[in-house]
């Protein structure tokens, strides 16, 4: 579809800059689940790939940028749709190989050994992965959806989004976004978390974090005091001006609240590893939340019927491909 553009347009530009990543948005690991459905991590084990990336997402960037130059080549020499399709299915082959080398291949079909909470002793054999996903598991990941807090004009609230080329299956669930108040976004939140479950969310993990201590906190570090500068910008401007966007995806396990129910403080549980936070957890002040925290996952039942109504059946404004809400990706 964009072969015939030129190597400057943004379009080209931001495709090859990074053409894969490993984040990822929650309605994506809601279509994998749907068409392929899960496995047990002890079936299934970490590789040194999965657990750490980057030479893995090195190398496959440079294949999927060789590969761009080939079928490039290809359109600009008239070559025939079916020299096309063949080059490209044999990329896709060379895609699928580096990756199960590099991550090994889901299993088929497994034996699933486990104890109850009586400890009696169960066994499931030959089960697929949907086998597993539907005994063991059975969310209903329709009633999940994803909420966010773009406060720019060009993104009205209490509305719904999709963005441009963003998405991992085909013919797989869209990824949505309901665009709300910051507000109405963290009482999601806090209603999901009463009902004694985590809330999935996404935020810029860069400005004004402290790996060490495992802090999130508006001005922890001052660097407009040190310089004699001032470098304020609302949340909007910063998402206008590239200055802020979402980067990483963690999930929410608690929150204090004050005398009226107010949040002071949020628990987070991150993906670092024990050696990051306090043994992988932060504490995120409510500030921090209000300035760079930008997307939630909830049930809509912590919605009004009317954001309900909007978010299944309003037509979607679609976002260029490099937007900030699409980042995360």
Known sequence: KTATEPLDSRRIAFLLTTPQQDGGQWDMIVSIIEKYGLVPQSIYPESKASSATAELNNTLNTLLRHDATVLRGLVAQQASKDKISNARNEMLANVYRLLSLTLGEPPVQFDFEYRDELHNFHVERQLTPQDYYQKFVSWDLDEYISVINAPTADKPFDATYN??????????????????????????????????????????????????????????????????????????????????????????????LDENDQPTKWKVENSWGEKVGKKGYFTMSDDWMSEYAYQIVVKKEYLSSELVNIYDNSKPTLLSPWDPMGALA
């Not at 969310?201 to 001005?219: I, N, T, Y």
């Not at 206008?240 to 396990?253: F, P």
């Open 163 to 256: 963005v441009d080329m963003l998405g991992n299956v085909v013919g797989g669930r869209d990824v949505k976004h309901l665009n709300v108040d910051i507000n109405k976004m963290k009482a999601f939140a806090i209603s999901q978390l009463k009902d004694g479950q985590s809330v999935w969310f996404g935020v810029d993990m860069g400005p004004q974090v402290d790996r060490e201590s495992g802090l999130m906190a508006s001005g922890i570090f001052a660097s407009d005091d040190l310089f004699n500068v001032d470098s304020t910008m609302t949340k909007a401007q910063r998402l206008d001006y590239g200055e802020s966007l979402m980067t990483h995806a963690m999930v929410l396990t608690g929150v204090d």
